[in-house]
T-cell receptor, first 116, second 115 residues
């Protein structure tokens, strides 16, 4: 069974600086998607970025980028120029593309605090 | 931007009572999901629904739970006899297509408190 691990329960970053959130996963599959979701205090789950496992190029979305290391099964999220609005819980998630499953498997989350 | 909407945002219910959580998925989406998040824990998959039937469910989704798409717009989660451990945030989600190649979009959640 696939698992997703986020080893940092909480991180802090100064406003305007860069922070990296870690995520590792375990799978025997070769085709899958990885996601980072943001959950602000409003508690809505908002997609931040998505990475297809078959793509070697790391996904980027404005200030958000990932470092996808398929062999190491690592998928970290880098937030550049951190803003106060980035403060939230961040969840890493995995979805298989080979087993026909519909479900996402989430990590336990990392709470990001942005300090003014 | 289209979004998934959920009602109620918060419901308090007595143990043993039935609860129905409602969701309006994004209009051109065909696949619907329920996830739950117990306070302080990870988000967990409950069930997926396509073409008016359950396509996948987790071990959490036992006989106390059911889902329905009663009309062309709503997607509901029913808990027949609530237990204290059902207290959680319940997220509805939808996607345009199925497992391959699609992102799911979550609603804002319905917070259920069972007392």
């Amino acid at each position: 069974a696939q698992t997703v691990t986020q080893s940092q329960p909480e991180m802090s970053v100064q406003e305007a600086e860069t922070v990296t959130l870690s995520c590792t996963y375990d799978t025997s599959e070769s085709d899958y998607y990885l996601f980072w979701y943001k959950q602000p205090p409003s508690r809505q789950m908002i997609l931040v970025i998505r990475q297809e496992a078959y793509k070697q190029q790391n996904a980027t979305e404005n200030r958000f980028s990932v470092n996808f290391q398929k062999a190491a099964k690592s998928f970290s999220l880098k937030i550049s120029d951190s803003q106060l609005g980035d403060a939230a819980m961040y969840f890493c998630a995995y979805r298989s593309l080979t087993s026909g499953t519909y479900k996402y498997i989430f990590g336990t989350g990392t709470r990001l605090k942005v300090l003014a | 931007e289209p979004e998934v909407t959920q009602t109620p945002s918060h419901q308090v219910t007595q143990m043993g009572q039935e609860v129905i959580l409602r969701c309006v998925p994004i209009s051109n989406h065909l696949y619907f999901y329920w996830y739950r998040q117990i306070l302080g824990q990870k988000v967990e998959f409950l069930v997926s629904f396509y073409n008016n039937e359950i396509s996948e469910k987790s071990e959490i989704f036992d006989d106390q739970f059911s889902v329905e798409r009663p009309d062309g717009s709503n997607f509901t989660l029913k808990i027949r006899s609530t237990k204290l451990e059902d207290s959680a945030m319940y997220f509805c989600a939808s996607s345009r297509r199925g497992p391959a190649g699609n992102t799911i979009y979550f609603g804002e959640g319905s917070w259920l408190t069972v007392v």
